[in-house]
T-cell receptor, first 116, second 111 residues
Framework: GAVVSQHPSRVICKSGTSVKIECRSL??????MFWYRQFPKKSLMLMATSNEGSKATYEQGVEKDKFLINHASLTLSTLTVTSAHPEDSSFYIC????????????FGNGTRLTVT | AQSVTQPDIHITVSEGASLELRCNYS??????LFWYVQSPGQGLQLLLK??????LVQGIKGFEAEFKRSQSSFNLRKPSVHWSDAAEYFC?????????FGAGTTVTVRA
């Protein structure tokens, strides 16, 4: 079945640094990818919608200059957390929508970010 | 505005017993509804989905869900749980592929 690879699975970074998370669709083309954030013991919150070749659409309250999203190809979207702060520590999950009509979303396995 | 409510934060069930997880939604049109399962530190796995048609939907791992428009509900059921069913379960509603998730229900299975 369709596979979405998210890398890294875990990352620890220091405050003030930036960290990039990759989301790849391995065996299908994804015109749209979504980025979610999940706080401990909480549900998933949609951060932004990433469309190949265009600017990402951010949900209300999400800082676009802090969470940079790039969708440079039909198989790769990246989320860069800039000037990381301990408050950014969270579980980040991407999902990918195949180009085929009415295909279901496929989720990556998530990235655990810890900012020290 | 769309929303999804999962009234039960935590459910404990004995292995072999039946399980039902509640999900209520609020949406102005015909909803696309999903149930996902998440193991600790992992991503989401789709259990089943409802788009239209038969209101009783069969999914993977022996799960099923019933869409009831009159009650705005999409409850998940399993006749006999296994220890491996212990996980977090999320109900979700789709609006143009953007998913709104419920708060989740943690399922604990006791021997």
């Amino acid at each position: 079945g369709a596979v979405v690879s998210q890398h890294p699975s875990r990352v620890i970074c220091k405050s003030g640094t930036s960290v990039k998370i990759e989301c790849r669709s391995l065996d299908f083309q994804a015109t749209t990818m979504f980025w979610y954030r999940q706080f401990p013991k909480k549900s998933l919150m949609l951060m932004a919608t990433s469309n190949e070749g265009s600017k990402a659409t951010y949900e209300q309250g999400v800082e676009k200059d802090k969470f940079l999203i790039n969708h440079a190809s039909l198989t790769l979207s990246t989320l860069t957390v800039t000037s990381a702060h301990p408050e950014d520590s969270s579980f980040y999950i991407c999902s990918a929508k195949p180009a085929a009509y009415n295909s279901p979303l496929h989720f990556g396995n998530g990235t655990r970010l810890t900012v020290t | 505005a769309q929303s999804v409510t999962q009234p039960d934060i935590h459910i404990t069930v004995s292995e072999g017993a039946s399980l039902e997880l509640r999900c209520n939604y609020s949406y102005g049109a015909t909803p696309y509804l999903f149930w996902y399962v998440q193991s600790p530190g992992q991503g989401l796995q789709l259990l089943l989905k409802y788009f239209s048609g038969d209101t009783l939907v069969q999914g993977i791992k022996g799960f099923e869900a019933e869409f009831k428009r009159s009650q705005s509900s999409f409850n998940l059921r399993k006749p006999s749980v296994h220890w491996s069913d212990a996980a977090e379960y999320f109900c979700a509603l789709s609006n143009d592929y953007k998913l709104s998730f419920g708060a989740g229900t943690t399922v604990t299975v006791r021997a």
